[in-house]
């Protein structure tokens, strides 16, 4: 069974373009979350998605966007990227919500972003 | 604010030694706590998952324990190995409001020979 996948693995960007990035969950999941990851940071929670819903946003601005399809799967869209975006972006699925307990979430490799 | 503080930062140990991890949380109300395994570049394995009422959990050589008290946790590595390098995120998730999980920024072991 394939485990969480994301596209693509690695992107480079300029200031003031958008990005798109790809998250297939693992087949039964019907949690998806993304996470930003700056080097040498912990992941910081951006969005969380179940049954098409979104059900928590962090504190990202309103740049930041996702969704989540009929098949669960989840795109997250960032617009007028500055440096700052720069990061390893994380997505993360689950059965259930993701902060419930015994709700093992698995991450998948992660999308690099680089943003110049 | 609930925050989740791990220490140390960093640390190097020996292949074959013992180490201790810690963290400390604010989050409030508590539900589950759990620790990460994140190799460089690749996204975080988890290592386990405590609920309130679970003070030790075991997953290999990985112990982790729990004091929803004083609202502290560790994990334990036994003898390590190389393979052991990486660092070790500890992420906590409240209930209600607090649901969603609350990442630290994790402690980066290096295990060297």
């Known amino acids: 069974d394939a485990g969480v996948t994301q596209s693509p693995t690695h992107l480079i960007k300029t200031r003031g373009q958008h990005v798109t990035l790809r998250c297939s969950p693992i087949?039964?999941?019907?949690?998806v979350s993304w996470y930003q990851q700056v080097l040498g940071q912990g992941p910081q929670f951006i969005f969380q998605?179940?049954?098409?819903?979104?059900?928590g946003r962090g504190n990202f601005p309103d740049r930041f966007s996702a969704r989540q399809f009929p098949n669960y799967s989840s795109e997250l869209n960032v617009n007028a990227l500055l440096l700052g975006d720069s990061a390893l972006y994380l997505c993360?699925?689950?059965?259930?919500?993701?902060?419930?307990?015994?709700?093992?979430?698995?991450f998948g490799p992660g999308t690099r972003l680089t943003v110049l | 604010k609930n925050q989740v503080e791990q220490s140390p930062q960093s640390l190097i140990i020996l292949e074959g030694k013992n180490c201790t991890l810690q963290?400390?949380?604010?989050?409030?109300?508590?539900?589950?706590l759990r620790w990460y395994k994140q190799d460089t570049g690749r996204g975080p394995v988890s290592l386990t998952i405590?609920?309130?009422?679970?003070n030790t959990k075991s997953n290999g050589r990985y112990t982790a324990t729990l004091d929803a008290d004083t609202k502290q946790s560790s994990l334990h590595i036994t003898a390590s190995q190389l393979s052991d390098s990486a660092s070790y995120i500890c992420?906590?998730?409240?209930?209600?409001?607090?649901?969603?999980?609350?990442f630290g920024t994790g402690t980066r072991l290096q295990v060297t020979l």
């Open positions: 993360a699925s689950s059965l259930r919500l993701a902060g419930e307990s015994s709700n093992e979430q698995f």
């Open positions: 087949s039964g999941h019907k949690s």
């Open positions: 998605y179940y049954e098409k819903e979104e059900r």
């Open positions: 963290c400390n949380y604010t989050v409030s109300p508590f539900s589950n």
């Open positions: 405590m609920t309130f009422s679970e």
């Open positions: 992420v906590v998730s409240g209930t209600g409001t607090a649901s969603k999980l609350t």
